[in-house]
T-cell receptor
């Protein structure tokens, strides 16, 4: 069975602080994909990143970085120098190879205080 | 270009009535997904359409839920004899398929309230 756990329900940080959002997943598949999505207050989910299970290289995109560790089944997301515009609910998700089903965590609500 | 659109944006219905929710995916996208998002919860997969293949209905919570996708484009999610626990935001997503199969583009959702 597939499962994604985001233990942090809500996080508040002061602007310019770094923040890490945790994501732990469960799967018996050897091929799978991991994702992060952002859901701002306006409501629409926005795709941020996709990683496949064979690529454990960390990725950096501007102030965003992702740390994928198969040994701990984790795919954590770090925002450096947070900004108010980063305030949103962030979802981690897992997809099987076929792409027919996605499993989402319950989300982490991030509030960046100016 | 136009994104995924959903209608209506809000729907209030009485318990026991049937409702239809519509999703217009991005033109040319081959895959379409329906999800349900309850308050404070993650997204719950409902159904998946890919091209002309038989849909993956494994996420539908009961036989009161059904979905169609006509002509490989517009999709309709139907909930019969609605119950209060059906109250949620229903999200639709589409993907280009091929090597971009996994990159979902989400619509704004339909907020369903069953009274």
């Amino acid at each position: 069975a597939q499962k994604v756990t985001q233990a942090q329900t809500e996080i508040s940080v002061v602007e310019k602080e770094d923040v890490t959002l945790d994501c732990v997943y469960e799967t018996r598949d050897t091929t799978y994909y991991l994702f992060w999505y952002k859901q701002p207050p306006s409501g629409e989910l926005v795709f941020l990143i996709r990683r496949n299970s064979f690529d454990e290289q960390n990725e950096i995109s501007g102030r965003y970085s992702w740390n994928f560790q198969k040994s701990t089944s984790s795919f954590n997301f770090t925002i450096t120098a947070s900004q108010v515009v980063d305030s949103a609910v962030y979802f981690c998700a897992l997809s099987r190879r076929e792409g027919n089903q996605f499993y989402f965590g319950t989300g982490t609500s991030l509030t960046v205080i100016p | 270009g136009a994104g995924v659109s959903q209608s209506p944006s809000n729907k209030v219905t009485e318990k026991g009535k049937d409702v239809e929710l519509r999703c217009d995916p991005i033109s040319g996208h081959t895959a379409l997904y329906w999800y349900r998002q309850s308050l404070g919860q993650g997204l719950e997969f409902l159904i998946y359409f890919q091209g002309n293949s038989a849909p993956d209905k494994s996420g539908l919570p009961s036989d009161r839920f059904s979905a169609e996708r006509t002509g490989g484009s517009v999709s309709t999610l139907t909930i019969q004899r609605t119950q209060q626990e059906d109250s949620a935001v229903y999200l639709c997503a589409s993907t280009p398929g091929g090597t971009l199969l996994y990159e979902q583009y989400f619509g704004p959702g339909t907020r369903l309230t069953v009274t």
